[in-house]
């Protein structure tokens, strides 16, 4: 791999963390747009799952047809326009319609990107994946960063506005310069031209195990981005700019892990590696949450340290295992790369938004850190099939 090629192959990523993440630490803003209760809240987020679920039952397909730059370039218009529109919108329902809208569309150019990356680790033999998404994080802890120094000061108009501007033109950039070298798409036969919805569908084949193992894995990183930053608002009474901390630190951590993935694992297969990670990162997220709850009242400035320092060691824990089961996904299915990427994903769609459901649910009856028990105690459970994910699909 040329180093141009893998320099505008780093941008894809980085730069889809630096968008798609930035409206993250501002969620507090947006609640208070929407003027909505923590549940009500807590589903209105999660409805981009259903557009996401959508990309992920066809798009997998249109990516092999088509090829990966088409695909790339509307996701990428879309996604930013649909955001720069929801940091306008007041109405849950128009707010709803056009999450949805904005989770097809990220849900599209996530397909393409990893497509691609899976196709170059195929022909190079050089395992690139989890550092693409130690990238991704780099991405979403820069956007974390500079909302750490600017959200107590600067409103969320003048904050997202020219931040989105600026990544769709340099991402438009790289695509571009990069169009010769993406994944064509297939000549078309006579009976690829009538290949319909329910076609698609039809061939969808679940890999059960694969497919629990991802969500336990990734549940956690997706609700400390759905919760982290209310949750140290709620509970600690920190400003809006400390409230960034925990999750800056999270996906920092993250970083590290999935950049130093290579050194980690040295000779150790992928389940010597992952097994004492993940239960090491969810028992010490666990430990950290209940006992910074319980210190709040007496000393605070130790329970938001201990709870921010749970969240970085739980970070390095989580960092490189979900990257792993994308190439579970590819080496356990005849598919191409794009195909098996977007089964494994649609699927986990489902079920992220049902997990994401039953989080908000909890968190509106009890409270957000009871809620955020149910993904720590996940990423322990991830120990139980990683094992199996590695061996070849019966």
């Not at 923590?38 to 409805?47: A, L, P």
Request: hydrophobic share 50%; proline share 3%.
């Amino acid at each position: 791999m040329e180093r141009q090629e893998k320099r505008d192959l780093q941008a894809f990523f980085f730069l889809f963390g630096l968008g798609i993440m930035c409206l993250v630490p501002r969620l507090p803003d947006i609640k208070a747009n929407l003027d909505v209760s923590t549940t009500y809240f807590g589903f209105i987020i999660s409805s981009g799952s259903l557009g996401a679920l959508t990309a992920h039952l066809t798009m997998g397909h249109i990516v092999h047809r088509l090829g990966v730059y088409k695909v790339m370039v509307y996701g990428s218009t879309i996604t930013y326009i649909s955001m720069i529109l929801m940091i306008e919108i007041h109405d849950p329902i128009i707010y709803i319609v056009v999450n949805i809208i904005s989770g097809f569309a990220w849900a599209s150019y996530h397909i393409a990107i990893n497509a691609q990356a899976l196709h170059r680790q195929s022909e190079t033999g050089v395992p690139i994946i989890p550092m693409l998404h130690g990238l991704w994080s780099a991405g979403a802890v820069t956007t974390a960063f500079i909302a750490l120094l600017i959200s107590s000061n600067v409103s969320l108009n003048w904050h997202v506005i020219p931040l989105l501007i600026l990544v769709y033109s340099l991402k438009m950039r790289a695509i571009n310069r990069s169009k010769a070298l993406l994944l064509q798409g297939n000549e078309l036969t006579e009976d690829d031209e009538v290949v319909t919805f329910r076609k698609m569908i039809s061939s969808i084949s679940i890999d059960w195990v694969v497919s629990i193992g991802f969500l336990c894995a990734l549940m956690l990183e997706i609700s400390v981005g759905d919760w982290a930053t209310i949750m140290a608002r709620q509970e600690f009474g920190v400003s809006k700019s400390l409230a960034v901390i925990p999750y800056f630190l999270f996906m920092g951590a993250m970083i590290m892990g999935r950049l130093s993935y290579q050194r980690f694992k040295g000779e150790r297969s992928d389940k010597e590696l992952v097994q004492p990670f993940a239960v090491m990162g969810g028992t010490i997220f666990l430990v950290s949450l209940g006992l910074s709850m319980q210190l709040r009242e007496t000393s605070l400035t130790l329970a938001y340290s201990i709870f921010c320092l749970g969240f970085f060691l739980c970070g390095i824990g989580i960092s490189f295992i979900g990257p792993l089961f994308f190439g579970y996904a590819s080496a356990r299915s005849d598919k191409p790369g794009g195909v098996a990427i977007a089964e494994l994903g649609a699927l986990n769609q489902v079920l992220t938004f049902i997990g994401r459901g039953v989080i908000s649910v909890v968190a509106g009856a009890t409270s957000i850190p009871i809620a955020m028990t149910i993904p720590g105690a996940m990423l322990i459970l991830v120990a139980f099939f990683v094992a199996a994910a590695s061996k070849p699909r019966h």
